[in-house]
């Protein structure tokens, strides 16, 4: 289960970082590692301290976007500090782990840290549908890119090994499937496509609300069979206007 559990790193501009991140993911049983549109290849610096882990290193899958990183992902955690523009739902180290244990059983989830001086932006937290925040001494909140890589993998760590130690798991017809963060954003530009043939957003301002709508829409957190009777309603809306 461990193997569906993804670390993504995005634009990460110190090798050594790198490196450092993937220590903390090995000694915690992860191995799931995505570089996305890195500043620099991994060099010796992140072998030498990666202390070990270089076949995670070796591993590492590299994509250009975020959106290649997570699309195959029913569920998407994005590390954020909590004073944001628009609030999202929020985790703790812990719950955050759950989380990711829980739904790991089921199908492929990320982890993703932003750059190490400015952390994800706005548009790339969107695409997550929590966020988690370190709750580190506020006078002194510090973290750097692998100290925070480490603390949340021990929280995925010390959560599986709760699992295996409970008797019995849920049975696989408990399960909730939920699309991927691919399949999700077709649906955020089906929507934004339907709303903007009805009028309900302006074509050259439709940012504000469908911010808004995503937000609501990652909180309700709808099933793949739910979101598939959303598109469905969206394509009668569309079929309807067509004919008017």
């Not at 992902?73 to 180290?93: E, K, Y």
């Not at 074509?203 to 609300?209: E, F, N, Q, W, Y």
Request: overall charge negative; some cysteine; hydrophobic content about 40%.
């Amino acid at each position: 289960m461990l193997d569906q559990i993804r670390i993504v790193l995005v634009n990460t501009s110190h090798t050594g970082n790198m490196g450092s991140a993937a220590r903390a993911m090995k000694t915690m049983g992860l191995t799931q590692l995505v570089l996305v549109d890195p500043q620099a290849q991994p060099d010796e610096e992140a072998v030498a301290l990666a202390a070990g882990a270089s076949d995670i290193l070796a591993r590492a899958r590299i994509v250009p976007t975020l959106d290649e990183a997570i699309a195959d992902c029913g569920l998407v955690i994005g590390t954020s500090a909590r004073s944001r523009t628009l609030s999202w739902p929020m985790l703790d180290p812990r719950e955050a782990g759950e989380k990711l244990v829980a739904e790991g059983m089921a199908h492929p989830v990320a982890l993703v840290f932003g750059r190490e001086r400015t952390g994800l932006t706005n548009d790339e937290l969107q695409k997550c549908h929590f966020h988690v925040a370190i709750p580190a001494n506020p006078e002194y909140s510090s973290l750097n890119l692998a100290m925070a890589v480490q603390t949340l993998c021990y929280e995925v760590r010390m959560r599986w090994l709760e699992v295996q130690n409970q008797e019995h798991s849920a049975p696989e017809d408990e399960r909730v499937e939920y699309p991927s963060a691919q399949q999700l954003e077709g649906f955020y530009q089906h929507l934004e496509q339907t709303l903007q043939k009805t009028g309900f957003i302006a074509d050259d301002h439709p940012g504000h609300v469908m911010s808004k709508l995503r937000r609501l829409f990652n909180r309700a957190r709808p099933e793949a069979v739910e979101l598939n009777i959303l598109r469905g309603i969206l394509t009668s809306v569309q079929k309807s206007r067509a004919q008017d």
